[in-house]
Structures are given as structure tokens and as C-alpha cells.
């Protein structure tokens, strides 16, 4: 502190959240879009060592405010611009002026006298972005500038005063809720508390100008500004007398030993009409200028869902699993074939796991047998007839997740052995594309459409992109869930060995879904009946489906080797029981295969099949070289891709050989 001027401690505002809540409930009410200033309150305390900070709430708005217990009152105004531009724009010297001039307006009227309060005065230059939720503000409290204000002796705490005990006495006496300004009036042995309308300006010598000082610093806090020059103006006689000052100061103990006493003394007379104001508030940088605050987290209905939404994977991972990689989790996008049953049920799961990016792909429409079964859809959306089911479960999703970044293609998938008309070979040329386009976008797929030939194209296009596939089909009492076989390749494979018995597949030996198959896929549905079309399964068997099938995802997320993961697996199960080695989730299997009728998962493991009609290298490289002009090859003929990849010279060569019967799993989209 300066020898000679006395230097003051400036208030920091504190805002509540509840503040702009309300702000906003106003600003959406079509009779407060107005900009002219609205009058509000605020507090503050002096007793505990927080600094000079001044509060405002929800409450600030209230016609009628009684502030917290052990709080002070503060008198404000709110000029909230409609435009950023506005509020950048605004003259801040003159608006601090026009301010600081009602100050001096209330002094000259005993206004002040009559609610002492009026000298804790501050105002708030804001701009509510509501749209964004951003609040940009910034605060005032006018103060008037007097240079020749200055600290005549040291600076003494009331414990030193030798009458300490009757100022004690009397300073409690007097009532807390007029403590913001008043008077001790001393004369002798006798120390009285009185209000500031008893000034008598001949007994100046006897008073001590006490006021709630909230500052924690041995300098007073900008509240004495105000103070002084409400005397000075009020009794111009005062002008080159020596007014001590008393800040009362609460500590811990609610006692009021360490407050502090000024011998103050203002040398030069003002000129009132010339007076200059300070007082703008500095920002976080400590610069002239103002604040911003983002109440996204706590006003937007989306952000608000997706926290809420969100804690049960938190607290999953701060009670179960602490090094459970959610951030990874909601960057994988996942791009679903089909929403019927299956699709209903993976998107649910996924979005419950906090995916963000789901896409799904599907030519069907709602119709009235899909919402019992199929939880993304309602009986209204069947009733509108026309509605598709890939833009209508993407449109769910997201009214279910706001935060989710959903999308719908309707879309028809070129099958094997399903031969293009001339009249469709363009759209079937836009289609490849978009699909093509849309696996690349993406880091998971999931099979789940109605039958095995519409997974094949999929089944490629993940294996030539490299992506992570996810299987799974229903039978009437059983399910398939199955993770392809990686198509990338790690020298960290060679970290994966057998155990006592077990054996280890590595992750880019595992076969796809077709590798189990020595024939290449027909038209599954040719020369059936309605009812040997539609698939018919136990209720439960598509949601316990569903569920493994993102569950096997997240737990090759979380594994450190991904997609790469080997899969143990044991010709007698009694002996891989409490050997297979886990990952953060459990054991990662090739495949799930589990039985309703006696309530069973057996967890097979196969290899990569050299001659595949979907992932093996024939294929895959015929595609990489002639690109779309292979897949209509396949299209034209299925019989294509055996003669490719030696599968016709090897059934030539084992006649008896028998091939597997499609209705062994029957794999559910519409479940038409």
C-alpha cells in the first residue's frame, strides 16, 4: 500500500448458473425482448476469506429479495443486447458515466440516507446467446474518481483499540441487516451504533463510518469509494477533515476482532458536474474486457440427455472398470444392414453403450406385423404406409439420443446369382457406390439382413476395407453371433500361443461367415412359399442375439490387440472351463451359437477357408482389380465364384459332398 493514496480492493463478480437459467426464461418471454435496463440485486459477505466477490442468482431478478443469511445487499441493473453486435458496439465509457451519475443522483436525494444499500451499486453489459447457450457479460461498479483521497496514519485492527470491548458491544448490537452502511457515534466511555440519516456533520470527530467490507486485504474494499464520496458531497465541510473508516470484518468464529480502521482524508474540494467513474470489471486474462460462459452442460436438453444418458457407463467405469476406454467406444461409427429385428435391436444396444455414429442401411417399409417386434418403430409409422424402415429407425434413434449422429439409406444390396436388368444396371451402379462409400466411412458392420446372400457383398467389402464385421442369425430357437476374421496383419499376432488344451486362432486366421460353406450363395428365397419366407423364432432369441452381438463388439474394442484378438477354443468344453485367457470384458469367442430349448452357448472357433467365395484372396484380389465389373459377373451368376476360387473342380472332385441346408439358421430382418 501506498504511503499516501489509499488504495481500494475491487469486487470480482461470482455468477450463478441459476442466473442465466432464469436470464434465459426472460429472454424467451416475448414481453421481455426489450433491451432497455432491468433492475436486479446481489449480495455479498464479510465473513470468511473468499475475496471481494459479489453474488448474483436466480433471485437477482425478484422484485422483492431477502439475501442469504450473513449476506449483504447490492443494488444492479442488466442491459442485455439482443445482438452480439449490439453489445460490442455499445459506448462502455459513457454507459459507466450514465451509472455513475444516478450515483451521484441518489446522494444528492437522501435516497441513499433512506437505503444505504444504493452505495454497493453494480451493473451487467450482457449479450445472451441462447441459441448456442453462450453468455457473454461483463460488470460494473461505478465508483467516482477522487485522486486526493488518502490514508493519513497506519492502518489499525479494532482488537488494538483499548475501548475494544464497547465497540464490540455496540457493533453487534446494531442489526445485520443494516450493516451495509452506519454509524459509531463515540463520546468518551459511551459507543453507540446509529443509522446514516443521524449524521450531524458538527460531531464528525465523534464518528466512525462503519460499513460490511468484504475485502480480505488490508486495504479497504471499492465500497469505501462510494462511501467517502456520499460524506463529501452530503458535507462539503468534510472536505480536509481526517473520517475514520471501520470495516467490519467477520472471521471464522463470527468475531469481530480483525476488523480494520482508516484515518482517511479527502485534501481538495470535487467538482461534481467533472467527476470521472471507474470501476469495469477485468476478465480472466486480467484485461479490460468481458467474460463468456458456456451453460451448454446445463441448459442444453441435448447435453443434458447424453450426461444423464451417459452415467451408467461412468459409473461402470468408476466401480467396475476403471480402464474401460469409453472415448473409444463413442468413436467407432457403425454402419448396420438391416433394420428389421436384429438391426432394432444392435442400434438400441449400441446406442446404450454410447456409439455415436450409427448408419443403416435397408429397402423395407414398416408394415403392422414390425412394431411387437421391432423396438424402433410404432404402430403409427406402419398406419402411415409409406414409410421406410432405414429413415424411420435413424429418425427413432435420434429422438431416443439427440447427441447421435444418425442416418438412414434406403437401399437395395446387389446379391450373388441375382441378375440385373438392363434397366436397373445404373441404379445398381449408384448403389455399389453409396455402399462402398458408406463401409470405407465406417469402422464396424454389422450383418443382420434377411437372408445369406444379401451378407455377401458386405462380407467383401469389409474384408477389402479392412474393417471390423460383426454376423448374426436366427433360427426358431437359436442364434449365430460371429466376428469375421481380420483382413490386417501384425507381427503381434506371433504373441498368441495354444495352451494346455486349448487352441489359439489369431485374429487374421479366423474365417468369415461364409468360410464355413463350399458352396457360393444362391437366391435363398426362390421357389419358396410365403411362410417358408418369412422367419419364424422364438421372441426372445433376436433380443439375446442383438445383445451378444454388440457386447462381442465392446469387448474387441477394449482388447489391446482389437480385431486382431486370438479365440481359444476346446474340442471338450469341460476343458477350456477357466482357462481361456480374458480380455477387459471377458473371453473374446470366433462365434456364439446358443440353444433356447436347453438354454446352451457353445463358442466354436474356425479358420480362414483358402478357397472362400467372400474373403479369400482370389476374390478379393478380382475385386480389387476390376472393381465394380467383378460384382456383376457374381450378380449374373453365382456359380462365378465358384469356378474363381476352385470350389466347382473341388466338388467336381468330392461328389458326395453335402451342402449345407440355408433353414439351418434362418437370419431375421423384417421377419416377413
Same mark, same amino acid.
Given at each position: 500500500?501506498?504511503?499516501?493514496?489509499?488504495? #481500494?480492493?475491487?469486487f470480482?463478480?461470482?455468477?450463478?448458473?441459476?442466473f442465466?437459467?432464469?436470464?434465459?426464461?426472460?429472454k424467451l418471454?416475448?414481453?421481455?425482448l426489450s433491451?432497455?435496463?432491468?433492475?436486479?440485486?446481489?449480495?455479498?459477505?464479510?465473513?470468511?476469506?473468499?475475496?471481494?466477490? /459479489?453474488?448474483?442468482?436466480?433471485?437477482?431478478?425478484?422484485?422483492?429479495?431477502?439475501?442469504?443469511?450473513?449476506?449483504?445487499?447490492a443494488?444492479g441493473?442488466?442491459y442485455?443486447?439482443?445482438?452480439?453486435?449490439?453489445? $460490442?458496439?455499445l459506448?462502455?465509457?459513457?454507459?459507466?458515466?450514465?451509472? %455513475?451519475?444516478e450515483? /451521484?443522483?441518489?446522494?444528492?436525494?437522501?435516497?441513499?440516507?433512506?437505503?444505504?444499500?444504493?452505495?454497493?451499486?453494480?451493473?451487467?453489459?450482457?449479450?445472451?446467446?441462447?441459441?448456442?447457450?453462450s453468455?457473454?457479460?461483463? *460488470?460494473?461498479?461505478?465508483?467516482?474518481?477522487?485522486?486526493?483521497?488518502?490514508?493519513?496514519? !497506519?492502518?489499525?485492527? /479494532?482488537?488494538?483499540?483499548?475501548q475494544?470491548?464497547?465497540? $464490540?458491544?455496540?457493533?453487534?448490537?446494531?442489526?445485520?441487516?443494516?450493516?451495509?452502511?452506519?454509524?459509531?457515534?463515540?463520546?468518551g466511555? !459511551?459507543?453507540?451504533?446509529?443509522?446514516?440519516s443521524?449524521?450531524?456533520?458538527?460531531d464528525?470527530?465523534?464518528?466512525?463510518?462503519?460499513?460490511?467490507?468484504?475485502?480480505?486485504y488490508?486495504?479497504?474494499?471499492?465500497l469505501?469509494?462510494?462511501?467517502?464520496a456520499?460524506?463529501?458531497?452530503?458535507n462539503?465541510?468534510?472536505?480536509?477533515?481526517?473520517?475514520? #473508516?471501520l470495516?467490519?470484518?467477520?472471521?471464522?468464529?463470527?468475531?469481530?476482532?480483525?476488523?480494520l480502521?482508516?484515518?482517511v482524508?479527502?485534501t481538495e474540494p470535487?467538482d461534481?458536474?467533472?467527476? $470521472?467513474f &471507474?470501476?469495469?470489471?477485468?476478465?480472466? $486474462?486480467?484485461?479490460?474486457?468481458?467474460?463468456m460462459?458456456?451453460?451448454?452442460?446445463?441448459?442444453?436438453?441435448?447435453?443434458l440427455?447424453e450426461?444423464?444418458?451417459?452415467?451408467?457407463?461412468?459409473l461402470m467405469?468408476?466401480r467396475?472398470?476403471p480402464? /474401460?476406454?469409453?472415448?473409444?467406444?463413442a468413436?467407432?461409427?457403425?454402419?448396420? *444392414?438391416?433394420?428389421?429385428?436384429?438391426?432394432?435391436?444392435?442400434?438400441r444396444?449400441?446406442?446404450?453403450?454410447?456409439?455415436?455414429?450409427?448408419?443403416?442401411?435397408?429397402?423395407?417399409?414398416?408394415?403392422y406385423?414390425?412394431?411387437?417386434?421391432?423396438s424402433?418403430?410404432?404402430?403409427?409409422?406402419?398406419?402411415?404406409?409409406?414409410l =421406410?424402415?432405414?429413415?424411420?429407425?435413424?429418425?427413432?434413434?435420434?429422438?431416443?439420443?439427440?447427441?447421435a449422429?444418425?442416418? %438412414?439409406?434406403v437401399?437395395?444390396?446387389?446379391?450373388? %446369382?441375382?441378375?440385373i436388368?438392363?434397366?436397373?444396371?445404373?441404379?445398381?451402379?449408384?448403389?455399389?457406390?453409396l455402399?462402398?462409400?458408406?463401409?470405407?466411412?465406417?469402422?464396424?458392420?454389422?450383418l443382420?439382413t434377411?437372408?445369406?446372400?444379401?451378407?455377401?457383398?458386405?462380407t467383401?467389402?469389409?474384408?477389402?476395407h479392412?474393417?471390423?464385421? &460383426?454376423?448374426?442369425a436366427?433360427?426358431?430357437?437359436?442364434?449365430m453371433? =460371429?466376428?469375421?476374421?481380420?483382413?490386417r496383419?501384425?507381427?503381434?499376432?506371433?504373441?498368441?500361443?495354444?495352451i494346455?488344451?486349448?487352441?489359439?486362432?489369431v485374429g487374421?486366421?479366423?474365417?468369415?461367415?461364409?468360410?464355413?460353406?463350399?458352396?457360393?450363395p444362391?437366391?435363398?428365397?426362390?421357389?419358396?412359399t410365403?411362410?417358408?419366407?418369412?422367419?419364424v423364432?422364438?421372441?426372445? &432369441?433376436?433380443?439375446i442375439?442383438?445383445?451378444?452381438?454388440v457386447?462381442?463388439?465392446?469387448?474387441?474394442?477394449?482388447?489391446p490387440?482389437?480385431d486382431l484378438?486370438?479365440?481359444?477354443?476346446?474340442?471338450?468344453?469341460? !476343458?477350456?472351463?477357466?482357462?481361456?485367457?480374458?480380455?477387459?470384458?471377458?473371453?473374446?469367442?470366433?462365434?456364439?451359437?446358443?440353444l433356447?430349448?436347453?438354454?446352451?452357448?457353445?463358442?466354436?472357433?474356425t479358420?480362414?477357408?483358402?478357397?472362400?467365395?467372400?474373403?479369400?484372396?482370389?476374390?478379393l484380389?478380382?475385386f480389387?482389380? !476390376?472393381?465394380h465389373?467383378?460384382?456383376?459377373?457374381?450378380?449374373?451368376?453365382?456359380?462365378?465364384?465358384?469356378?474363381?476360387?476352385?470350389?466347382?473342380?473341388?466338388?467336381?472332385?468330392?461328389?458326395?459332398?453335402?451342402?449345407?441346408?440355408d433353414?439351418e439358421?434362418?437370419?431375421?430382418?423384417?421377419?416377413?
Open positions: 500500500m501506498s504511503e499516501n493514496l489509499l488504495q #481500494f480492493a475491487s470480482e463478480s461470482f455468477v450463478s448458473p441459476t442465466w437459467h432464469k436470464l434465459s426464461e426472460l418471454d416475448h414481453d421481455r433491451d432497455t435496463k432491468r433492475s436486479i440485486s446481489g449480495y455479498y459477505i464479510n465473513r470468511r476469506a473468499t475475496g471481494c466477490l /459479489l453474488e448474483v442468482d436466480y433471485t437477482a431478478y425478484n422484485s422483492s429479495t431477502q439475501c442469504p443469511k450473513f449476506s449483504y445487499p443494488v441493473t442488466i442485455n443486447k439482443n445482438t452480439i453486435e449490439e453489445f $460490442k458496439e459506448d462502455k465509457l459513457k454507459l459507466l458515466a450514465d451509472e %455513475g451519475e450515483l /451521484l443522483s441518489d446522494i444528492a436525494s437522501d435516497a441513499i440516507a433512506k437505503d444505504p444499500s444504493l452505495l454497493a451499486r453494480f451493473f451487467i453489459l450482457s449479450f445472451a446467446d441462447l441459441k448456442n447457450h453468455y457473454y457479460y461483463w *460488470f460494473a461498479f461505478p465508483c467516482p474518481l477522487m485522486p486526493t483521497l488518502s490514508l493519513q496514519n !497506519e492502518v489499525i485492527k /479494532l482488537k488494538e483499540l483499548t475494544m470491548t464497547k465497540f $464490540k458491544e455496540a457493533l453487534l448490537s446494531w442489526p445485520s441487516e443494516q450493516q451495509n452502511f452506519f454509524l459509531l457515534y463515540t463520546n466511555n !459511551e459507543v453507540e451504533a446509529r443509522s446514516l443521524s449524521l450531524r456533520p458538527e464528525v470527530d465523534h464518528y466512525y463510518f462503519c460499513f460490511a467490507d468484504p475485502s480480505e488490508e486495504h479497504p474494499a471499492w469505501m469509494r462510494n462511501y467517502v456520499y460524506l463529501i458531497q452530503k462539503p465541510s468534510f472536505v480536509g477533515k481526517t473520517l475514520k #473508516f470495516g467490519l470484518r467477520f472471521n471464522q468464529q463470527l468475531e469481530v476482532d480483525d476488523s480502521i482508516w484515518h482524508q479527502q470535487c461534481w458536474s467533472q467527476i $470521472k &471507474v470501476g469495469w470489471e477485468l476478465n480472466q $486474462k486480467k484485461k479490460m474486457g468481458p467474460r460462459v458456456n451453460m451448454r452442460d446445463s441448459m442444453d436438453s441435448a447435453k440427455a450426461n444423464s444418458m451417459n452415467l451408467n457407463l461412468k467405469k468408476w467396475l472398470v480402464d /474401460l476406454d469409453l472415448d473409444k467406444i468413436q467407432t461409427k457403425c454402419l448396420l *444392414f438391416g433394420a428389421g429385428t436384429l438391426g432394432c435391436g444392435v442400434a444396444n449400441l446406442l446404450s453403450w454410447g456409439f455415436k455414429t450409427i448408419t443403416i442401411m435397408d429397402s423395407g417399409k414398416v408394415s406385423c414390425n412394431p411387437v417386434r421391432q424402433l418403430y410404432t404402430h403409427a409409422d406402419a398406419a402411415a404406409g409409406n =421406410m424402415k432405414a429413415t424411420t429407425a435413424a429418425k427413432r434413434l435420434k429422438e431416443i439420443n439427440p447427441n449422429e444418425t442416418k %438412414g439409406y437401399i437395395q444390396i446387389p446379391m450373388p %446369382g441375382h441378375t436388368g438392363e434397366s436397373l444396371i445404373e441404379q445398381t451402379k449408384q448403389d455399389l457406390s455402399i462402398e462409400e458408406q463401409v470405407q466411412a465406417h469402422d464396424v458392420i454389422f443382420l434377411d437372408s445369406r446372400e444379401s451378407r455377401w457383398l458386405p467383401l467389402l469389409g474384408a477389402v479392412q474393417k471390423i464385421v &460383426v454376423n448374426s436366427l433360427g426358431f430357437d437359436s442364434y453371433v =460371429m466376428r469375421h476374421g481380420s483382413t496383419y501384425s507381427m503381434r499376432d506371433h504373441k498368441f500361443e495354444d494346455e488344451g486349448l487352441k489359439c486362432i487374421n486366421q479366423l474365417g468369415c461367415y461364409f468360410c464355413n460353406d463350399v458352396t457360393a444362391g437366391n435363398s428365397l426362390k421357389d419358396r410365403l411362410d417358408q419366407q418369412c422367419t423364432t422364438r421372441p426372445g &432369441v433376436s433380443n442375439a442383438a445383445s451378444y452381438a457386447e462381442l463388439l465392446v469387448s474387441l474394442l477394449q482388447h490387440q482389437g484378438a486370438a479365440a481359444y477354443y476346446a474340442h471338450n468344453r469341460q !476343458e477350456s472351463v477357466g482357462k481361456i485367457p480374458e480380455g477387459m470384458l471377458g473371453i473374446i469367442p470366433h462365434s456364439i451359437r446358443g433356447l430349448w436347453n438354454y446352451e452357448n457353445i463358442l466354436p472357433a479358420q480362414k477357408f483358402a478357397q472362400c467365395i467372400a474373403c479369400s484372396e482370389p476374390i484380389s478380382s480389387r482389380k !476390376e472393381g465389373a467383378f460384382l456383376f459377373k457374381t450378380f449374373e451368376t453365382a456359380k462365378y465364384l465358384e469356378d474363381l476360387t476352385g470350389i466347382s473342380e473341388f466338388k467336381r472332385l468330392n461328389s458326395e459332398i453335402i451342402d449345407f441346408d433353414a439358421f434362418e437370419m431375421s430382418d423384417s421377419d416377413e
